[in-house]
């Protein structure tokens, strides 16, 4: 599918954004391993999130998407059963990642795959300490990439120290620690996105942290409860940055995820000088929300890097754009981790705006680029990664002449409905 953007000279409207994607996937699997019906509202229904609902049912548990609502049939910790089939992650690195942590703790074989792109991303980051806890690998690479075989079982608690700031690497070992004798403890280098800490909060399995590190007690099965999940900010980026970055555009997006762990993007944009208003600010199972006012100003360049970029690691593509078109000198380091999401974005987004006239140097983990640069219309390529897409229709709004994006119906993969909003506003 091609995707073509006309430039728009501001944005203005209310919208709702689906919702969140990496709370969609705890969901259901703690859902899944819940006792008891677990009902899920707001439940982002997207390609990624429908592959952790295909994997658990392939596991024989029960899920029926009824009037938009998902309801789980949980069966417990030990209620899975061995696949018949190879489970099949598609393009999401948070179904494998999670998954692959209570393969290891379930006393049968199965077999993970996944698209073209995820065969390609790391897997030795959650296959190491797997291993350590006791599962047993087969794979590509020495175990580093999908396909992988796991013969899991019995596992040993380890206190372990993540080199990589993930929260798919903290949940992955957190969830091998449910079937683990004794606590087993994940210390990260820079604290990553926390909707796995909140999900034990709100099914009451008992945890602890302090700091960096968080730990659980093993082999404690727990009762299904009712979740309602918030608009994805990762999302609600897209249109927060187009409005921002575009004087005269006034947007608001109800009901949106605003997890400080996942906000990161709003400090920026202020420090960038965007006029952004949280409203109505609330908690629903354990996950804060708002309502967010965006007003389009003149931005300028920024310098960020450190701990500030797991919180906003999804929201690169995007703030690249709002960097090219910002005033002064924006650079991005830190962002190793950037090269091996569904695409690497640092090569993906460098080229792309490049192909619409932007000049952006490419560090190996970041990016500096001079602004403002002036963006024209031109063809320009997806690399089959959902959020490089989105992040260059918002550089289409502001371009001079059409961008046709090509192979764009990967927005499907987190954000369906994205192309209808944007024609909305
Ligand atoms: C996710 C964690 C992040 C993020 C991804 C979703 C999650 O990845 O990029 O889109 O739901 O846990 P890492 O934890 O690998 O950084």
Not at 56 to 77: A, H, S, W
Request: proline letters at 5%.
């Amino acid at each position: 599918m091609e995707l073509i953007i006309q430039p728009k000279p501001f944005i203005r409207g209310t919208i709702h954004v689906p919702g969140d994607k990496s709370i969609s996937h705890r969901a259901v699997i703690f859902g899944s391993l819940a006792q008891g019906i677990t009902e899920i509202q707001g439940f982002l229904l997207a390609e990624d999130c429908t592959r952790t609902i295909a994997c658990f049912r392939e596991m024989g548990i029960d899920i029926n998407i009824e009037d938009k609502k998902v309801i789980i049939q949980g069966k417990g910790l030990e209620g899975l059963q061995e696949p018949g089939d190879v489970l099949d992650a598609g393009n999401s690195g948070t179904t494998a990642r999670l998954l692959l942590g209570i393969l290891a703790g379930n006393p049968f074989y199965s077999v993970i795959t996944g698209d073209s792109s995820l065969r390609n991303r790391p897997m030795g980051r959650v296959v190491e300490p797997l291993a350590r806890m006791g599962a047993r690998f087969l794979g590509r690479k020495g175990t580093g990439l999908l396909p992988l075989t796991i013969m899991g079982g019995k596992l040993k608690a380890i206190d372990y120290h993540s080199p990589v700031a993930s929260a798919q690497v903290k949940s992955c070992v957190l969830l091998a620690g449910l079937y683990a004798g004794g606590v087993t403890s994940v210390t990260e280098p820079a604290m990553s996105r926390d909707h796995t800490e909140r999900m034990l909060q709100h099914f009451e399995i008992p945890f602890n942290k302090q700091g960096l590190r968080v730990e659980i007690q093993g082999e404690h099965g727990f009762t299904a409860r009712s979740i309602k999940v918030p608009g994805d900010f990762s999302s609600a980026a897209f249109f927060i940055t187009a409005a921002a970055l575009m004087p005269g555009s006034d947007v608001t997006l109800l009901n949106v995820g605003v997890n400080p762990s996942r906000t990161g993007l709003l400090e920026v944009l202020a420090e960038m000088g965007a006029n952004i208003t949280l409203l109505n600010e609330r908690v629903e199972n354990m996950e804060p929300a708002a309502d967010i006012r965006v007003q389009g100003a003149e931005l300028k360049g920024v310098t960020i890097g450190g701990s500030l970029i797991p919180r906003l690691i999804d929201e690169i593509p995007v703030l690249t754009v709002a960097a090219v078109l910002a005033q002064g000198k924006t650079e991005i380091r830190d962002a190793l981790e950037l090269r091996v999401k569904e695409s690497d974005r640092i090569s993906a987004m460098t080229g792309e705006l490049g192909k619409m006239g932007a000049v952006i140097e490419a560090l190996p983990d970041g990016m500096i680029i001079h602004g403002p640069q002036k963006l024209k219309g031109s063809g320009c390529m997806s690399h089959g990664d959902h959020r490089v897409a989105m992040a260059l229709a918002v550089a289409g709004l502001s371009a001079q002449g059409n961008t046709h994006i090509s192979d764009s119906q990967c927005v499907n993969i987190s954000f369906p409905g994205f192309v209808d909003i944007l024609n909305l506003l």
